[in-house]
């Protein structure tokens, strides 16, 4: 063999144990194949540990279920019903009826003695206790509704009587007009309603022992009619 022979064949010994070394070094071993697999297992279930310690510090939120509708739950009025409401509020007051002199009476809270045909009002409008004349009272209907030739009405509380004005239209007396009593009272509207309260005071007044009939109902003006 000659030299140049030679020295190729040590040079291919030198290359296969180069690629002998490399695959060995690159190929890990049986001992680190298995510490990788414990390292990546351990690190696995810490992984899932924490995972699960997330889960349980952090709780879902709960269900907020509506609640039960009562069946006695009362729904508010709607406007339209609002407006139905204070257009007939007089209706809407009345309450059960009660027996006064053997009539059945119509029972209402309490009226505003306020009328649109008036200008202007030149004293404070009195609020009149209905219910307390019909109650506490006991008033009888005919009292102080009654018909064209001043017979009492014989009214229940299915009635609905007409308003004083109806009957009794003027609002505004002229300077210088000169009627009697009976004439002021078929003419003009507030001396209709002071022909029935202030009368009635009076007589219900001297019943009580007062010979001038002026308590302990009220029969003046400021004693009606708040200061405006």
């Keep these: 063999m000659d030299s140049e022979s030679y020295g190729q064949h040590i040079i ?3 290359i296969l144990m180069l690629i002998f070394f490399l695959s060995y070094c690159s190929v890990p071993s049986t001992d680190t194949l298995m510490l990788e697999h414990k390292i990546s297992k351990k690190a696995q279930t810490k992984i899932h540990q924490t995972q699960k310690d997330e889960e349980e510090t952090v709780q879902p939120e709960e269900t907020v279920q509506p609640e039960e ?3 006695d739950t009362i729904n508010a009025p709607s406007e339209e019903s609002s407006a139905l409401l204070q257009e007939t ?5 009345k309450v059960k009826p009660a027996t006064g002199n053997g009539e059945k009476i119509l029972q209402i809270d309490v009226i505003s003695m306020e009328n649109p045909l008036y200008k202007i009002h030149k004293k404070g409008i009195v609020q009149f ?17 009654h018909d064209e030739t001043g017979k009492p009405l014989d009214l229940t509380i299915n009635d609905n009587p007409k308003g004083c004005i109806e009957c009794h239209k003027e609002t505004e007396k002229p300077k210088g007009e000169k009627l009697g009593k009976k ?19 009076k007589d219900y007044n001297k019943e009580k022992g007062d010979p001038k009939g002026k308590v302990p109902a009220p029969a003046s003006c400021t004693n009606c009619h708040p200061k405006k």
């Excluded at 509020?89 to 007051?93: F, Y």
Aim: hydrophobic share 35%.
């Design 69 to 71: 509708v009562k069946s």
């Design 89 to 93: 509020k007089v209706e809407a007051q």
């Design 183 to 201: 004439e002021k009272i078929a003419k003009y509207h507030f001396e209709a309603l002071h022909a029935n309260c202030i009368d009635c005071h």
């Design 12 to 14: 291919f010994i030198i």
């Design 129 to 145: 206790t209905h219910k307390k004349h019909v109650e506490e009272y006991l008033i009888a209907c005919g009292r102080c509704h």
